[in-house]
């Protein structure tokens, strides 16, 4: 392997941004097919006034790969009822004053912390005690309010690994809903589940086991807020900006990088930031990563299986989104040999742990995962672990997928424990072993299963 230098990288980087302008972050870019198209058709369509009570919704659902997505549209003639925000909620039960108290302590904590007023986990766990809930919907067993009223729908399984030819009828169920960021006003995003024809879940819905899970432990309040990491690839399959034929300098600067030769592609970033933000999908943060091209978006503290959905909906606002921008985006855990791979690191927590000395909790629940590493292991990737064979080295942040350790602070354990949780004694802890194209309803399952209902 050849380092470039960085003046190389930098002549090289110009040179290819006068006939392809795609190589930074800039503009939308004019040279992908699709762009083209939402310049000139579509752009020229968007903006046709569609009658009001035609309201149209993309079904999206995990195909039989158990890691790619695929979506299809319907039109609807109403106008389907929305999950409300999370800090819309905690503010009309403040206002609602049902608990006077509990207002007071949380404007006090505003007050003397100068805590975001979103979506900091302290915050939710006050806006808990005032029983404001996370979710309006809990997705409690097969349908909830908002849910009800949209069709189950069908499509070809056969076409995407989930049935055979002659038996190829597959249904999707409506499980989650937001609003869709890309044709707006009462347009909707519908997560979905599949079902064979006999109404037996799909081998990659992991989905049903995992709201089983968190319906026999819901009153533990487990949290989970995920980061997912992914690359973004060129059209020719190699990591976006990187030089032809060669390789970056090698990393260190680009970790939450600043500068045209450390980041690429942040208005992309940026614009997937605000789609999920508008979407209803609790995004709490984003990062560039430690390798040039590779980002990380966080998503959470979700409840429960609810955790699955917003991560889905996530991967799937970010596909459309690099469609338009007329690059790939990759969950491979490993896309580059030496290089950082990609995590999908689960922060997870329960009530218990929240509470004053919660770290009493956060140890057991490790002691339990230490006894059911390889089994664990197995669920943190569409193939077995197989994928994370080559991510999980021991080098590179990350522990060997042999042994299972945890630490506090330390990035070289299967769990950390951060520094903040270790210091308070109450918290979360994070599970950094589940690869970054791993189904997050699996991987949610497998910690409420052995942590809080001891399977
Ligand atoms: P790291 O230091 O590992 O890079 P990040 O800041 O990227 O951590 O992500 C931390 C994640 O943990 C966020 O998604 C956040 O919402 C989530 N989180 C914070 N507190 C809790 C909690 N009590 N339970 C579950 N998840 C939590
Ligand atoms: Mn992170
Ligand atoms: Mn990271
Ligand atoms: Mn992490």
Not at 103 to 118: C, D, V
Not at 255 to 270: P, S
Request: glycine content about 6%.
């Amino acid at each position: 392997m050849r380092h470039i230098t960085t003046s190389e990288i930098q002549s090289d980087i110009i040179d290819r941004r006068k006939d392809n302008p795609k190589i930074l972050s800039g503009p939308v870019l004019t040279n992908s097919p699709n762009a083209v198209l939402s310049k000139t058709l579509l752009g020229r369509y968007n903006d046709l006034p569609l009658p009001a009570d035609r309201i149209l919704a993309t079904y999206v659902w995990i195909d039989g790969s158990g890691e790619h997505l695929r979506c299809k549209d319907r039109t609807l003639n109403f106008i389907p009822k929305l999950p409300k925000g999370k800090l819309e909620m905690i503010l009309e039960e403040l206002n609602q004053k049902c608990s006077l108290n509990a207002a007071e302590s949380l404007q006090r904590k505003y007050s003397i912390e100068h805590k975001p007023p979103f979506f900091s986990p302290r915050d939710l766990d006050t806006a808990f005690q005032v029983k404001c809930k996370l979710r309006e919907r809990e997705n409690t067993n097969s349908f909830d309010e908002n849910l009800k009223e949209l069709p189950i729908w069908n499509f070809d399984g056969s076409s995407t690994g989930q049935a055979d030819g002659h038996n190829s009828d597959t249904f999707l169920v409506p499980r989650a809903i937001y609003k869709d960021p890309f044709r707006r006003g009462n347009h909707v995003l519908v997560m979905c589940d599949t079902y064979k024809y006999n109404m037996e879940p799909t081998t990659s819905n992991h989905r049903v086991r995992c709201q089983a899970a968190y319906d026999k432990c819901k009153d533990e309040e487990p949290w989970f807020g995920i980061e997912q990491e992914y690359i973004l690839l060129d059209s020719d399959l190699r990591p976006f900006g990187w030089p032809p034929g060669g390789f970056p300098p090698p990393q260190g600067p680009y970790y939450c990088g600043v500068g045209a030769n450390k980041v690429f592609a942040r208005d992309l970033v940026e614009a997937h930031y605000r789609c999920c933000l508008f979407a209803g999908v609790p995004i709490s943060g984003t990062n560039a990563e430690v390798m040039p091209s590779q980002w990380e978006f966080q998503v959470g503290p979700s409840l429960g299986v609810s955790a699955g959905d917003d991560l889905w909906v996530a991967r799937y606002i970010l596909h459309r989104l690099a469609e338009e921008y007329g690059v790939i985006v990759s969950f491979d855990p490993k896309p580059v040999q030496d290089w950082n791979g990609s995590g999908a690191h689960t922060n997870f927590s329960t009530k218990k742990m929240r509470e004053e000395n919660g770290i009493i909790e956060i140890e057991k629940a490790i002691d339990k995962l230490s006894k059911v590493h390889m089994k664990h292991i197995k669920v943190y990737d569409p193939r077995g672990g197989k994928d994370n064979e080559r991510r999980l080295t021991g080098l590179h942040e990350t522990a060997s997928i042999n042994d299972f350790s945890a630490g506090v602070a330390n990035r070289g354990s299967s769990i950390r424990i951060p520094r903040t949780v270790a210091e308070e004694k109450k918290g979360y802890l994070e599970d950094r072993r589940p690869a970054s194209n791993c189904d997050p309803y699996a991987v949610t399952d497998a910690l409420m299963r052995t942590c809080i209902l001891d399977e």
